[in-house]
């Protein structure tokens, strides 16, 4: 994924909400990850192959599902695993073989997992909240672009 700041210094919330974004995208739609994101502190986007827009019902179930995961306060942890046992569970297309061959892997309790180098919140719900800005569809590719609301 491209990333407009050295994966070091991304804004730990955001990132963890992407990854609540990816997984409920998937669970919902089955096509996968998004193949492109660009995550920012104020706001992001994701880039995800697709056959349409989003309804209004749909935009909505997606922000639900993910501010429940948010407020469950689930833990978000890291392990390693080999890349031969990461290909079991994980599309390695994408992975750079300069990855190694001992790859970390984020779960957001038995919601999500993946691979990933950046940094992430200890739990969901420090990130707030979650809020779809707007969608597209053009050319095969629904954007979404979403925010993180502060912490009451």
Sequence with gaps: MEYNENPKEYYPPMHTAEHLLNGTMNKMFGRGRAFSAHIEKKKSKCDYHFDRNLTEVEIKTLEERINSAIAADLPVKEEFMTRSDAQKFFNLERLPEEAGENLRVIRIGE???CLCSGPHVE???VIGGFKIISTS???????????????K
Excluded: A, C
């Design 111 to 113: 919601y999500d997992s």
């Design 123 to 125: 739990s969901t719900k």
């Design 137 to 151: 569809f053009e050319n095969g590719i629904l954007r979404v672009r979403f925010k993180i609301l502060e912490q």
